[in-house]
């Protein structure tokens, strides 16, 4: 059974720095495409950032510069480092993985249960 952990949200200041992490574990035939969404309060879910299998990325315009994706594809992981934090950035992330369980699956996206991150003014 295909599971997507995260950990490394929490609350900072604004200007500081958090770095997420979501690991696939369980069956995967194929890992696609990665990234991560965020909700904030009343908010609609957005797509904040993606990274492809050969490492293309790709970004809101509100966090370029700012966020950086990577992915480890030995470990079947995806980070988010998050710099130069703003009070807007407060929400829930969730980690994405378009992947194949097996040979015999479709591709799907797969989520993580989400991890809040709280930037204080």
């Known amino acids: 059974q295909v599971q997507l952990v995260e950990s490394g949200g929490g609350s900072v200041q604004a200007g500081g720095s958090l770095r997420l992490s979501c690991a696939v574990s369980g069956s995967v035939f194929r890992l696609d495409n990665m990234g991560w969404y965020r909700q904030a309060p009343g908010k609609e879910r957005e797509r904040v950032a993606v990274?492809?299998?050969?490492?293309?990325?790709g970004y809101i315009d509100a966090v370029k510069g700012r966020f950086t994706i990577s992915r480890d594809n030995a470990k079947n992981t995806v980070y988010l480092q998050m710099n130069s934090l703003k009070p807007e950035d407060t929400a829930v992330y969730f980690c994405?993985?378009?992947?194949?369980?097996?040979?015999?699956?479709?591709?799907?996206?797969?989520w993580g249960q989400g991890t809040q991150v709280t930037v204080s003014s």
């Open positions: 994405y993985a378009d992947l194949r369980a097996t040979r015999w699956s479709d591709s799907r996206d797969y």
């Open positions: 990274i492809t299998t050969g490492g293309y990325t």
